[in-house]
């Protein structure tokens, strides 16, 4: 897991820890010390730190015009354990929505797993109801945390599965990207 690395051909665009609006304004990734793991595992250095013990995440990109951002996960998503909805809800997404930010696109290919909890319900809504006209978008999930997550309902406050499981989004600018997830968003959203 220590070679699984946050994608980074897009930092000449954006770099989340020189933007003064960022919850990650200023953090610092080490170059070369592996400072985190997950279980026995050391990943990567240049995740960041969500304060959870199994989830770590990347902001690859933030677009404050149109709203929107593009964050990569890695790690296990555990709201059964760790609350990981809480953690990421308090510390990351309510920073982001007070700046304006309404469209979440999650890059889930390096989710290892998803654990439910049935009463962590509440943190998913009131992050869906706090996006007036946005959306939460996860594109690449592995076939089991799909089935995990539709298993306890979590696709029903976020957009996931379909083409939204095999899009190439390495490929294109992240606008590009928006405005491809936002069309096949609003197409569902409009069924």
């Keep these: 897991m220590h070679t699984l690395e946050p994608y980074?051909?897009?930092r000449h665009l954006y770099v989340a820890s020189e933007d003064p609006q960022s919850p990650f304004f200023g953090y610092q990734n080490s170059e070369v010390h592996f400072t985190d793991q997950i279980y026995n595992f050391l990943i990567h250095p240049q995740w960041d730190n969500i304060d959870s013990e199994t989830l770590f995440l990347k902001v690859i990109y933030v677009d404050y015009t149109d709203g929107f951002a593009v964050i990569e996960l890695?790690?296990?998503?555990?709201?059964?354990?760790?609350?990981?909805?809480?953690?990421?809800?308090?510390?990351?997404i309510e920073l982001m929505i007070e700046e304006g930010i309404?469209?979440?696109?999650?890059?889930c290919e390096?989710?290892?797993?998803f654990h439910a909890d049935l009463d962590a319900d509440d943190y998913y809504?009131?992050?869906?109801?706090?996006?007036e006209d946005g959306w939460i978008a996860v594109l690449n999930l592995r076939d089991h945390v799909l089935v995990e997550m539709s298993k306890f309902?979590?696709?029903?406050y976020l957009v996931m599965g379909g083409t939204l499981n095999d899009i190439s989004w390495r490929t294109r600018h992240p606008k590009q990207l928006f405005e491809k997830i936002d069309e096949l968003v609003m197409k569902r959203l409009s069924i």
């Design 74 to 92: 890695m790690g296990e998503w555990n709201d059964l354990l760790h609350n990981d909805i809480m953690t990421l809800k308090r510390g990351v």
């Design 153 to 156: 309902g979590i696709d029903q």
């Design 8 to 10: 980074f051909n897009w």
């Design 125 to 131: 809504d009131e992050w869906q109801d706090e996006l």
């Design 102 to 107: 309404t469209k979440y696109i999650l890059i």
């Design 110 to 113: 390096n989710l290892l797993n």
